[in-house]
């Protein structure tokens, strides 16, 4: 009988949704939001490696700012950190997230060194070092390994 449902395939639907389930149960199952978040920053460090091999030094690490930016303010969203200023900065981000514990003292200092290039290269201050960006590019990657939203 055409379009009627045949038992393997009642089997697989009903397979699916045990696993979609058990996904969701498990908390192992992104939301939308968190997959494009992912998706986007994937590619941000892309460009910022992109930019390195190119020698785009300063470009690559106002991209990497960028990058550490949001994972910042995506960690104190997933941990529902209240942060007061209406213009929050990635300061206040390191402050909330070392307040809660989220992140000890000398991963703070390490969002202070990442920061504080990528501040130079936005800025174009003369602290801006290009030496600094295949380091910063490292640590990035490292702290997003570690501390995933």
Known sequence: MP????????????????????ALTKGRL??????????????LIEQAEMLIEQEYF????????????ERLRKLCEARALSIEAKRPTMEHFRQALANASVV??????????MASIGNAAAHN??????????????SILD???KFPS
């Open 3 to 22: 379009g009627a449902l045949e038992y393997n395939d009642l089997r697989i639907m009903l397979g699916t949704a045990s696993e979609i389930n058990e």
């Open 30 to 43: 992104s939301t939308i939001e968190e997959l494009v978040s992912a998706s986007v920053l994937g590619d």
């Open 58 to 69: 300063m470009a690559a690490a106002v991209v990497l700012r960028a990058v550490l930016e």
């Open 104 to 113: 000890d003292k000398i991963v703070a200092k390490k969002i202070d060194w």
């Open 125 to 138: 201050l003369p602290s801006f070092k290009s030496s600094d960006v295949p380091d910063l590019y490292k």
């Open 143 to 145: 702290f997003l390994d």
